[in-house]
């Protein structure tokens, strides 16, 4: 399992867009890039996936260069409720172990 | 939108006693998996399971842990005889295919509080 290294904190504010970088120096051929992002007393929650390039939903775009050893979480215009840790994961989707790291914990105001 | 379900929300218990932590995953999913999350701390993965065998478990899940799937809807996390460290938060887990395992999506969480 490729290792990841992500800024252990970062604040924003209301309406910016925030970039979430995540390290992966030894990401594997089958490896795929993962972010979670997790509240207070709360479960983590799926939040974007991609392999290469660029991927965007309705909550984030996830940028990964054409090397893939590292990986932009971004998240257009922040509110409140985006206070939380955000966690990079990078492995094989047919893997059964998963591993979080620290992850990132986002502090937004206002 | 279906979600996985976790009973009891809380669960308090005295130092040497058994408890069974329950969970429903999302209902077509196949591959179910236990997190825990000491707190202040990050998820720490414990095991996952399919086709009612464990897949793959972490250090911590050791002779003192077991999963189980005992119908078609329940999986369940036992402790046999619980320790001061095991107070945590746990969490259980689903994700549809092999093919993408690493979308997973979480219950609420079990508090378990060790006395």
């Known amino acids: 399992l490729a290792k990841t290294t992500q800024p252990i904190s970062m604040d924003s504010y209301e309406g910016q867009e925030v970039n979430i970088t995540c390290s992966h120096n030894n990401i594997a051929t089958n490896d795929y890039i993962t972010w979670y992002q997790q509240f207070p007393s709360q479960g983590p929650r799926f939040i974007i996936q991609g392999y290469k390039t660029k991927v965007t939903n309705e909550v984030a775009s996830l940028f990964i260069p054409a090397d893939r050893k590292s990986s932009t979480l971004s998240l257009p215009r922040v509110s409140l409720s985006d206070t939380a840790v955000y966690y990079c994961?990078?492995?094989?989707?047919?893997?059964?172990?998963?591993?979080f790291g620290a992850g990132t914990r986002l502090f937004v105001k206002a | 939108e279906p979600e996985v379900t976790q009973t009891p929300s809380h669960q308090v218990t005295q130092m040497g006693q058994e408890v069974i932590l329950r969970c429903v995953p999302i209902s077509n999913h196949l591959y179910f998996y236990w997190y825990r999350q000491i707190l202040g701390q990050k998820v720490e993965f414990l095991v996952s399971f399919y086709n009612n065998e464990i897949s793959e478990k972490s250090e911590i899940f050791d002779d003192q842990f077991s999963v189980e799937r005992p119908d078609g809807s329940n999986f369940t996390l036992k402790i046999r005889s619980t320790k001061l460290e095991d107070s945590a938060m746990y969490f259980c887990a689903s994700s549809q295919d092999v093919t993408n395992t690493y979308e997973q999506y979480f219950g609420p969480g079990t508090r378990l509080t060790v006395t």
């Open positions: 994961l990078v492995g094989d989707q047919g893997s059964f172990k998963t591993i």
